[in-house]
């Protein structure tokens, strides 16, 4: 809709949707950064279908650095093939619209995105004529009235005070993932097992968790008190488990009953893996993946 409403009929491209959909790519690559360029008449940064290079969606800490500038208005360097670099100016809305929400590891552009569920289809709650939305979408009433509704909210946001924005732009709403309150060691650790929310450390044993961190980060002077404390900042917390005739202590779990028996059976059977049990050697080397 916003494509009918602003779209250049006279131009092949899109003002609206980015050309590139792989986000770290469009924010990182200087031929694809002149491209939207807002002085080539781009209004949005509109990632339909996003894609990223990373197994996990991560938006990686360049393209993340990249969105916080943009936002803020600062100029980046772009440059078309075979041309000269010249300063760039994107344009602040930036959208991703997206079925598997994106990795955000950065405080700053998290703190930047918000997020908004939509479940129903535009078209499943209107009347379309005939089930023709192409039509219904390309009626100059409908698009007066998107129209209409973009610029009343747009304004009603613009005249808000301090008090009504901070009920809408609540941190309640923001994708800040709470593994962006560790330290960088931790997350580096977590980032390379490849584990991307607090809810996959559950059923691991801290002790043996810690020696794994140990080993890999080689911080040999690393406080065991410490590393407890970062994880409960996850909001998790540590259980005494006896389960297959063994005890286990300081077992990750996110209340009481989200790690029980049933569940640690699956643990074993499935996946070959106990508390105290958390990792295979895949060489005699120091690789191993952490199995979660």
């Known amino acids: 809709m916003l494509e009918k409403i602003f779209n250049?009929?006279?131009?092949?491209?899109?003002?609206?949707l980015t050309s590139e959909s792989n986000i770290n790519k469009a924010l990182t690559d200087p031929n694809l950064i002149d491209a939207n360029d807002t002085k080539k008449g781009q209004l949005t940064l509109w990632f339909d279908d996003f894609q990223t290079d990373s197994q996990n969606n991560?938006?990686?800490?360049?393209?993340?650095?990249?969105?916080?500038?943009?936002?803020?208005?600062?100029?980046?360097?772009?440059?078309?093939?075979?041309?000269?670099?010249?300063?760039?100016?994107?344009?602040?809305?930036?959208?991703?619209?997206?079925n598997a929400l994106p990795q955000i590891r950065q405080v700053g552009t998290a703190d930047r995105m918000f997020v908004f569920n939509c479940n129903a289809k535009l078209y499943d709650?209107?009347?379309?004529?005939?089930?023709?939305?192409?039509?219904?979408?390309?009626?100059?009433?409908?698009?007066?009235?998107?129209?209409?509704?973009?610029?009343?909210?747009?304004?009603?946001?613009?005249?808000?005070?301090?008090?009504?924005?901070?009920?809408?732009?609540?941190?309640?709403?923001?994708?800040?993932s709470s593994l962006s309150n560790i330290n960088s060691s931790l997350l580096e650790f977590l980032e390379a097992q490849h584990i991307t929310c607090p809810f996959d450390l559950i059923g691991m044993g801290t002790s043996d968790l810690f020696e794994t961190y140990k080993n890999h980060t080689h911080m040999v002077t690393a406080s065991y008190r410490t590393f407890k404390e970062q994880i409960k900042s996850l909001g998790l917390k540590f259980q005494r488990k006896h389960f297959n005739g063994n005890y286990y202590s300081n077992v990750i779990v996110s209340g009481n009953k989200a790690l029980d028996n049933g569940k640690m059976k699956d643990m074993l059977t499935k996946y070959a893996v106990l508390p105290d049990k958390l990792f295979n050697y895949e060489t005699t080397d120091d690789t191993y993946t952490l199995q979660h």
Do not use: R
Request: hydrophobic share 40%; net charge neutral; charged share 15%.
């Open 125 to 176: 709650e209107v009347d379309i004529p005939n089930d023709d939305a192409a039509a219904w979408i390309n009626n100059p009433t409908v698009q007066k009235v998107m129209f209409y509704l973009i610029i009343k909210y747009a304004s009603k946001l613009v005249t808000m005070s301090k008090q009504e924005l901070s009920v809408i732009f609540s941190q309640e709403n923001s994708a800040q």
């Open 8 to 16: 250049n009929t006279q131009n092949n491209t899109s003002c609206i």
């Open 58 to 98: 991560a938006i990686s800490s360049k393209a993340g650095t990249a969105i916080n500038g943009i936002i803020s208005g600062k100029t980046m360097s772009g440059a078309a093939k075979f041309q000269q670099y010249h300063d760039v100016k994107l344009p602040s809305l930036i959208v991703i619209a997206t």
